[in-house]
C-alpha cells in the first residue's frame, strides 16, 4: 500500500534551519508530483510547496517563498524539504503528500498524506 514517512523534524532555534525528509513507498513515486503542508495548533492546514513527478517545476505558498526548498531524489524515492531562516510561526507538524498526477501540487490535486512529522521554533 501507498506509505508516506516524513522525519527530521524537531527543535530549531529562531533563524536555524532543518530539513525534513518525505520515504515513499507502494508506489512509482517518479511518477508522481508531491507536496508538503503543515498543521499548527488550533490551525487549518497550509500548503507550503510542490514539485512535479521529474524535479522540473516547483511551487510555494508566500509564507515559505525565498526560505524553504523542496526537492526530490527520485532514486532514492525520497521527497525533501529545506526550511532555512526559521521563525516561531513555523511551529507545525510537517506533512508530505502524494499528487493524484505528475503535475498535481496544490492541496486538493493530493490524494495520500503522511502522518507528520512535528517542528518546533523557539530560543
Known amino acids: 500500500q501507498v506509505q508516506l514517512v516524513e522525519s527530521g523534524g524537531g527543535l530549531a532555534q529562531p533563524g536555524g534551519s532543518l530539513r525534513l525528509s518525505c520515504a515513499a513507498s507502494?508506489?512509482?513515486?517518479?511518477?508522481?508530483?508531491m507536496s508538503w503542508a503543515r498543521q499548527a495548533p488550533g490551525k487549518g492546514h497550509e500548503w507550503l510547496s510542490g514539485?512535479?513527478?521529474?524535479?522540473?517545476?516547483?511551487y510555494y505558498a508566500d509564507s515559505v517563498k525565498g526560505r524553504f526548498t523542496i526537492s526530490r531524489d527520485n532514486a532514492k524515492n525520497t521527497l525533501y524539504l529545506q526550511m532555512n531562516s526559521l521563525k516561531p510561526e513555523d511551529t507545525a507538524t510537517y506533512y508530505c503528500?502524494?499528487?493524484?498526477?505528475?503535475?498535481?501540487?496544490?492541496?486538493?490535486?493530493?490524494?495520500?498524506w503522511g502522518q507528520g512529522t512535528q517542528v518546533t521554533v523557539s530560543s
Open positions: 503528500a502524494k499528487g493524484r498526477t505528475d503535475v498535481g501540487v496544490g492541496e486538493y490535486q493530493v490524494d495520500v
Open positions: 507502494g508506489f512509482t513515486f517518479s511518477n508522481y508530483a
Open positions: 514539485i512535479y513527478s521529474d524535479g522540473s517545476n516547483t
